[in-house]
């Protein structure tokens, strides 16, 4: 039973981070600011979750891994002028599961890490601006 558990609190968490990249990529589509704006509220708590799950997981959970790192690019891409979530996203933690992300052997994972890397970067640069 205990197992079973283990797997649903697995299965929820990854099936919550896909739910935060599609809320994250409506956003970005909403023709109207109001819609970003008032989302950025919620920032904190994504972040938390992104914590929390690293912290639990560690980086040795290749699809939390996967996930995370589209979701930081995501945030990273969507909300580059906000100063909290830079200070965030510049965590050793999410510098660690980019890193562990990097140094899997498929394409994709290499990819996905290198893009996040990237869009935080070019988050820094904007909020130095």
Do not use: W
């Amino acid at each position: 039973m205990e197992a079973d558990y283990a797997e649903f609190i697995r299965e929820l968490r990854d099936e919550i981070l896909v739910q935060y990249s599609t809320i994250l990529i409506s956003v970005s589509e909403s023709e109207q600011a109001r819609t970003k704006q008032s989302f950025q509220q919620h920032l904190g708590v994504i972040c938390d979750f992104l914590a929390k799950s690293l912290d639990i997981y560690g980086t040795t959970d290749h699809n939390l891994l996967k996930q995370a790192a589209g979701l930081v690019m995501d945030l990273a891409q969507l909300f580059n002028d906000n100063a909290q979530l830079k200070t965030a996203l510049m965590a050793p933690r999410i510098e660690g599961l980019l890193n562990a992300l990097h140094g899997y052997s498929d394409q994709e994972s290499k990819e996905t890490a290198t893009g996040a890397y990237e869009s935080v970067a070019r988050m820094c640069a904007a909020t130095k601006a």
